[in-house]
């Protein structure tokens, strides 16, 4: 029987199928006690990189998922330009994500929830959405959020209700 | 002979002494091929960590003087809160890297140069100041401009007239 993600794939929907793989990447987080957020980098339509946040597993605050999602992707793809990439995140890209996908000349970001979100479960968030910091930077990087925002609150909801989950 | 360092330490005046091992730092990078930029984290007047951009030398882009640093001080400190901590760099830290300071609570930041002047020597960077960040996004970090500037942008003349330079 095919994954949810291969029928997606099968139906060429492809912003909800690598939407998808982010959140099972956050998914697989969460149930390794990490915070609740994934990502999945894309380039030509064809997966670069899916990964989860691993500030806890590495001791690295600056290990969010879209940070170490580049990290990966540059390793990967062996350069540090990421032009034509692009990632899909469960949540909105703090300030720090939002920067480093600048830095990479990510093309596009699709995020599914918010800052706002994130902030409300406990986490220690810059209140500074994608959209002003692209127009105040003037950065190009091209943004669409709340996509799949539904699916995206449900990894906030499980986290919540784990028993060793930690915000920062 | 007691090094340039040694002497600032010596006549007590730490901040000047702390950045100077930024400076040393990112000249190190800079004879590496690397980008002009470093920074030195102190916690409770000791040196934690110092270390320079290798964003190129790491082939990742996030790999900014900051963000290194406070990777690499999370592993000393076994932590991801960098309470207490100061952060002397050489160049304003972009958002990205105001940010990681943000998400890993350091108390203070000291910088040399501005974002404005990286920009002018090529840097792609979102032009948005620590201030702005800080104000926007309600953040408590301390920050101190303009530090040892004259000093500071020597670093940007140095890497000017390297033949090996890159900016990104």
């Given at each position: 029987m095919p994954s949810l993600s291969d029928i997606l794939r099968m139906k060429k929907i492809p912003d909800k199928h690598f939407m998808t793989l982010a959140i099972l990447a956050a998914k697989k987080g969460i149930s390794q006690g990490q915070t609740p957020f994934g990502a999945c980098i894309v380039k030509n339509e064809k997966v670069v990189i899916t990964a989860h946040n691993v500030v806890w597993k590495n001791t690295d605050i600056t290990a969010h998922a879209e940070i170490h999602a580049i990290r990966l992707a540059c390793q990967k793809l062996k350069t540090i330009d990421l032009s034509g990439c692009v990632i899909y995140s469960?949540?909105?890209?703090c300030p720090m994500c939002f920067s480093a996908c600048h830095w990479a000349r990510i093309r596009k970001i699709v995020h599914g929830t918010f800052i706002r979100d994130a902030h409300k479960i406990g986490f220690n968030e810059l209140s500074v959405s994608n959209y002003t910091l692209k127009s105040k930077g003037k950065s190009s990087v091209q943004i669409l959020g709340g996509f799949m925002r539904k699916e995206n609150q449900l990894l906030f909801k499980e986290w919540s209700e784990c028993k060793r989950k930690r915000a920062y």
């Open positions: 469960t949540c909105e890209p």
